[in-house]
């Protein structure tokens, strides 16, 4: 993460309507229209305990709103905007069958917008409350100080948190060269090499020895693994 003192003059902020902040914290999505940072504002980064990350953001949503540093309470600073745990939707298949899951993007990390003090430092209340949370760790930073992140870093993460409008495409391990074994069916055990992926289908496309003829042959994906020489 970059070290600054503060993004606040920085032409990608705008001013978030009524003064507060221009997101539902409670589902934790990007809207197109929200800037990258809000006024005031930067960004950190949470270390936090491996597959902790949603109960860790929901724990802080609760107590940044009990202590009303949400933005709700006009005689309460907003000192914490959005928190967010950035994830995309992939597609498996298996015996013709397609299921969704959902995984997260930067595994054991939570994203903490906050208003930072004249000086640079996270308000004492909200260092502690965010501190004093089970599952959080640290604050990624240089020197024992959280480091805000910088512009690039910010608009990677914030994009990679808006709603997908595709569907969702099979992840697969795999790559146009690759040596494989296919692990079952009529092939099974033979080798060949991966032509084409296919994940629309949850299939690849491999050619495969058949009668001394090399012969395309689509399999779906999790029937095929990666030798390693």
Do not use: C
């Amino acid at each position: 993460m970059t070290e600054t003192d503060t993004q606040a003059d920085d032409p990608n902020l705008e001013e978030a309507p009524n003064g507060g902040a221009a997101t539902d914290l409670e589902d934790g999505i990007v809207e197109e229209e929200e800037p990258l940072v809000f006024p005031g504002m930067n960004w950190f980064v949470l270390r936090v305990a491996s597959n902790k990350e949603d109960s860790v953001r929901k724990t802080l949503l609760r107590k940044v709103k009990i202590e009303g540093f949400d933005g709700e309470h006009p005689d309460r600073p907003h000192l914490v905007n959005r928190i967010l745990v950035p994830t995309e939707k992939t597609k498996t298949m298996k015996g013709g069958k397609e299921k969704v899951m959902e995984t997260k993007l930067y595994p054991g990390y939570v994203f903490v917008e906050m208003q930072l003090e004249p000086d640079g430092r996270i308000p004492q209340d909200v260092f502690f409350l965010i501190k004093e949370t089970t599952g959080v760790g640290d604050f990624i930073g240089t020197a024992g100080r959280p480091s805000p992140m910088s512009i690039p870093e910010i608009e990677k993460m914030l994009t990679s948190a808006k709603p997908q409008e595709e569907q969702p495409q099979v992840r697969m391990e795999f790559e146009p060269g690759d040596h494989i074994r296919i692990k079952e069916g009529p092939f099974e055990n033979m080798e060949g090499t991966v032509d084409e992926l296919l994940p629309d289908q949850g299939k690849v496309r491999v050619i495969v020895t058949i009668f001394g003829r090399a012969t395309p042959v689509e399999l779906e994906y999790w029937l095929i693994e990666r030798i390693t020489e």
